[in-house]
């Protein structure tokens, strides 16, 4: 019987590699955020808490705030929607449904704010119709709303599928048979099993809600403290070197994505645990 060798690398291969990790993260990811919070608070701490009170900026974190509250449970429902009808159900047209889903993925931001300038501006498809009954939509509030819902849509279904294909139909069919309605299956039975895939999905929804600039941008109008989010808003202040407050804006945002990071992390956590007690499930 022959023995493997087992090959490790030269412990200055290792060494190598670990000095440039730390290089490339400190360069490109840890002193971008220091320099943010630096100049954030260059001028102090009151003058950075004043930022607040300026009005363009209380309506951009209020514009991204009620943005997130309604886009975030509209594609969480339609995900989870969408995630069931893929795992449980077979019927015509499944595959381009599942391939639809990664639309938003594959077109860039600024044509997805364009795709809704041509259907709801003024020249659209239904532009007359929505000026004939005095509703706006691009250049106002409802055009942002589409414009996140659209780039934020396939993160919970993208999360949801693979992990409901794994769990199978036994569980459900199981609860069917004992007489339980579909409501009590979903409930009972099948959201504690996604309960974390699902809260991952989310939390990157709300991440890319809370971010997006290029179909915002083109949808909004940039109507100053009507339609500018925190990102839009930022770019602003950058623009007419009002620099203290697009950093102070700006620190909100990191410290937002900051938190978003650590919670994503810890759900990988439980999400890993749960994979593998399943494997042991399917093993045994």
């Given at each position: 019987m022959?023995?493997?060798r087992i090959?490790?690398?030269?412990?200055w291969?290792?060494?190598?590699?670990?000095?440039?990790?730390?290089?490339f993260?400190s360069?490109?990811?840890?002193?971008?955020?220091?320099?943010i919070?630096?100049?954030?608070?260059k001028?102090?701490?009151?003058?950075?808490?004043?930022?607040?009170?300026?009005?363009?900026?209380t309506?951009?974190?209020?514009?991204?705030?009620?943005?997130?509250?309604?886009?975030v449970?509209?594609?969480?429902?339609?995900?989870?929607f969408?995630?069931?009808?893929?795992?449980?159900?077979?019927f015509?047209?499944?595959?381009?449904?599942?391939?639809?889903?990664?639309?938003?993925?594959?077109i860039?931001?600024?044509?997805?704010g364009?795709?809704?300038?041509?259907?709801?501006?003024a020249?659209?498809?239904?532009?007359?119709?929505?000026?004939?009954?005095?509703?706006?939509?691009?250049?106002?509030?409802?055009?942002i709303?589409?414009?996140?819902?659209?780039?934020?849509?396939?993160?919970v279904?993208?999360e949801?599928?693979?992990?409901?294909?794994?769990?199978?139909?036994?569980?459900?069919?199981?609860a069917?048979?004992?007489?339980a309605?579909?409501?009590?299956?979903?409930?009972k039975?099948?959201?504690?099993?996604?309960?974390?895939?699902?809260?991952?999905?989310?939390?990157?929804?709300?991440?890319?809600?809370?971010?997006?600039?290029g179909?915002?941008?083109?949808?909004?109008?940039?109507?100053?403290?009507v339609?500018?989010?925190?990102?839009?808003?930022i770019?602003?202040?950058y623009?007419?070197?009002?620099?203290?407050?697009a950093?102070?804006?700006?620190?909100?945002?990191?410290?937002?994505?900051?938190?978003t990071?650590?919670?994503?992390?810890?759900l990988?956590?439980?999400?890993?645990?749960?994979?593998?007690?399943?494997?042991?499930?399917?093993?045994?």
């Open positions: 022959v023995k493997k090959v490790q690398e030269p412990l291969v290792k060494i190598l590699l670990f000095f440039i990790s730390g290089i993260l360069v490109f990811i840890a002193l971008p955020l220091i320099t919070f630096q100049e954030a608070l001028s102090g701490i009151v003058v950075y808490l004043q930022t607040f009170t300026d009005p363009g900026v309506s951009a974190i209020r514009l991204s705030l009620l943005t997130i509250v309604i886009c449970p509209i594609n969480t429902f339609f995900g989870i969408i995630a069931w009808l893929v795992t449980k159900y077979e015509p047209g499944k595959r381009i449904l599942i391939t639809a889903i990664e639309v938003p993925f594959s860039s931001p600024v044509i997805a364009l795709l809704f300038i041509f259907m709801f501006g020249i659209g498809w239904f532009g007359t119709w929505l000026i004939d009954h005095g509703i706006k939509i691009v250049f106002a509030f409802p055009g709303v589409l414009a996140v819902l659209f780039v934020s849509f396939p993160f279904a993208r949801l599928i693979p992990l409901m294909r794994v769990l199978g139909k036994d569980d459900e069919e199981a069917l048979t004992l007489g309605s579909g409501f009590q299956i979903f409930w039975v099948t959201l504690p099993n996604i309960k974390w895939g699902l809260l991952y999905g989310i939390i990157l929804t709300n991440a890319r809600a809370l971010g997006e600039f179909a915002v941008s083109v949808v909004s109008g940039l109507v100053r403290g339609t500018t989010t925190m990102p839009l808003y770019d602003i202040l623009g007419e070197y009002m620099f203290r407050a950093f102070a804006v700006a620190s909100i945002m990191t410290f937002l994505a900051l938190f990071i650590i919670a994503k992390a810890v990988e956590y439980f999400i890993a645990a749960q994979r593998k007690s399943m494997e042991v499930e399917i093993q045994l």
